[in-house]
């Protein structure tokens, strides 16, 4: 988390700095801060969002054609001023942005203090640049030789950019494990967590690897060194992402503008992957491991959030469609367990950023036992993509709201072609089967285009219920992972406390808390263990909850029972969890709204989580 944006060139940098910073505001926003280098390095920093810093430098000239900037998720000290991004080191002379976490921060610092170093915020991120100053000046070398002697003693994750008084002319940026990007101008040079502040100005980029230290110079010479002194030639690459896909486009929130893309998002999912009328499934990027899928003794899912309940989903694909037996795994837990992985085993490593902490940690776990290591990633190059063996996008394209949306029906549609093709080429599902969910998933574009004209029933529905307390979520079999990312979604951005069950599972806890105050939102399509929700939607009613079912277009046996009823176009139940995320979507984006939380940057979370 956090973001880290740096400038060097013939512009004026904080107007390139902070409009960096909004990009980059889904990372973390708890404090802002920047450096500008005009002479001096001067530094302006506050607690709060890039607004508030945008509010408290008003006035001031802010000249310079050099500098940093960041945007912080708080780890390690509480989020006011002090604790901002940049920091200066002892002399003033240098001052440095982070994203990561130091491990080895306390040791470090304890003999920084016991050699004179103040420290003025309670960060990891201090140390480095102290020790830093300290080994320039103590060993007498230079300033990129100080950085490369530092990240050799520390452990732990970082994306740095130092910017130093004394070489205005000069940035240098590190990385292991946070993500950098480095885009290429004319003598000029955008550094940043992601391509998002980069792609206006340049298409041509250069992901940085791990341990490795980059010097750009404003004669446009970028040069590239491991932490070990190794020289590297930079790989240019040249950047897909279009400005537009960045922007909120008309719509008041970049989530609501994710929700409203889904049918685009999904097609794009299935785009050059599925002929129905041919019978064809193909995914480019794991052909070469279908035979490994195939022969898999089982597959273990390991993701985070939202990821995880479309890995939950998953479970029940792989295991009806292509009988491989699948368990789901949160990231954080699998990583420490010492968990039991066979070399022929598939591990499915799903994450929209590709930047996860725990998951990228459980993939490299698995990845060291010879496991066969598949990634499903949204952000193309990101760190699980490369880490993996091979994988395949969801080219949802880039998500900006904190609240998975469009992101998580990909994942679904992903992964349901990845179970469908494993399923026929290894003969467990029948032809007659196969066609048919073929078909069916090329249909699902329109029906979720469809569901989206409920938006104003939604409203209205949300005007009755903004002000619950909260919220239960319950569904069976495919709709049950469901239940748990309706309730997340409401709960990340409303901050109505909710939670998801699996409808049978109910009577065991959960149905203490019913009476008439308690909204019971049932995904209760036809397809699928229709029967049972029904008992399970009676039991609620005996207890005089309030049912909001989500129901198959025209069903009339839950209309009876259901105090509110939400429509969806019919489609196979292992379908359902696309179709009807567009109505749990919708409904937590408007009590949000309603209730005046601030959707897209819901308070204490940030969306790539790249510490554990
Ligand atoms: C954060 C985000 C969630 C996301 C989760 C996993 O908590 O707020 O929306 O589902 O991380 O992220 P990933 O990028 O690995 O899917």
Redesign the pocket.
């Known amino acids: 988390m956090c973001g880290i944006v740096g400038y060097i060139g013939s512009r004026k940098a904080s107007p390139i700095l902070l409009k960096g910073l909004h990009r980059l505001e889904y990372r973390g926003y708890d404090s802002a801060g920047m450096c500008l280098l005009n002479g001096k390095i001067e530094m302006f920093k506050t607690h709060g969002k890039v607004s508030d810093l945008e509010n408290e430098i008003q006035g001031e000239s802010l000249e310079g054609t050099i500098g940093i900037a960041h945007t912080r998720w708080a780890t390690h000290g509480e989020p006011n001023d002090a604790n901002a991004h940049p920091h200066f080191s002892q002399t003033k002379k240098l001052a440095i942005i982070h994203n990561g976490i130091i491990e080895n921060y306390s040791t470090l610092k304890e003999e920084l203090q016991n050699r004179g170093y103040e420290f003025k915020s309670d960060t990891d991120t201090e140390v480095l640049i102290h020790l830093i100053e300290d080994i320039q000046i103590n060993e007498k070398v230079d300033l990129v030789e100080a950085i490369r002697i530092t990240l050799n003693q520390v452990f732990g994750a970082y994306a740095i950019v130092v910017l130093s008084e004394d070489h205005p002319d000069m940035l240098i940026a590190a990385k292991k494990g946070s993500p950098l990007v480095i885009g290429i101008g004319e003598n000029e040079f955008f550094i940043a967590s992601d391509a998002a502040p980069i792609v206006e100005y340049t298409k041509n980029v250069v992901y940085l690897n791990d341990e490795e230290v980059a010097t750009v110079n404003r004669k446009g010479n970028l040069r590239i060194k491991t932490i070990k002194n190794q020289e590297k030639t930079p790989y240019v690459q040249k950047l897909e992402l279009q400005l537009s896909a960045i922007e909120k486009g008309g719509y008041p929130h970049f989530m609501l503008k994710e929700i409203y893309e889904q049918p685009r998002s999904i097609k794009d999912s299935m785009r050059g992957r599925l002929n129905s009328s041919k019978g064809i499934v193909s995914l480019g990027g794991i052909i070469e491991y279908e035979q490994k899928f195939i022969n898999a003794r089982r597959i273990i899912i390991v ?5 995880w309940h479309a890995g939950l989903v998953a479970e029940y694909m792989f295991e009806e469609l292509a009988r491989i037996p699948v368990e789901v795994e949160y990231a954080s837990e699998f990583r420490y367990r010492d968990p039991v992985i066979y070399e022929d085993d598939i591990v499915i490593a ?7 902490a725990d ?1 990228l940690a459980a993939v490299e776990l698995a990845k060291s036992k010879g496991a066969t290591i598949i990634g499903i990633c949204n952000v193309v190059g990101s760190s699980i993509a490369r880490a993996t063996h091979a994988g395949s996008y969801t080219h949802a394209g880039p998500e900006i709201g ?3 949306t469009k ?1 998580f029906t990909a994942q679904v549609t992903l992964l349901a072609l990845m179970a469908l093709s494993i399923a026929d080429k290894k003969g467990a599902i029948s032809k007659s089967h196969f066609y048919q969910l073929l078909n069916e998933m090329e249909s699902l574009p329109g029906k979720v285009e469809q569901t989206l004209n409920i938006n104003d029933s939604i409203i209205k529905l949300s005007k009755i219920f903004y002000q619950a307390k909260n919220f239960l979520y319950l569904g069976r079999g495919y709709n049950f992972p469901l239940a748990l990312e309706g309730a997340l979604k409401l709960k ?1 951005i409303s901050y109505i406390h909710a939670e998801g069950y699996p409808a049978a599972e109910m009577k065991h806890g959960p149905i203490a808390l019913i009476d008439k105050e308690m909204p019971v939102v049932v995904i209760a399509t036809r397809k699928g263990s229709y029967d049972k929700v029904l008992s399970n939607i009676e039991e609620v009613k005996a207890r005089k909850g309030i049912i909001i079912a989500v129901v198959s277009e025209g069903d009339q046996v839950v209309k009876k029972l259901a105090d509110y009823v939400i429509e969806i176009p019919e489609t196979d139940k292992i379908f359902v969890p696309i179709v009807a995320s567009i109505p749990l979507q919708l409904l937590s984006y408007h009590i949000a709204v309603l209730r005046g939380c601030n959707v897209d940057q819901p308070r204490n ?5 790249t510490v554990e």
């Open positions: 993701a985070c959030g939202t990821s799903i994450s929209q950023s590709g930047e996860t998951t904190v609240a998975s992101a990340e979370l940030a969306k790539s989580v």
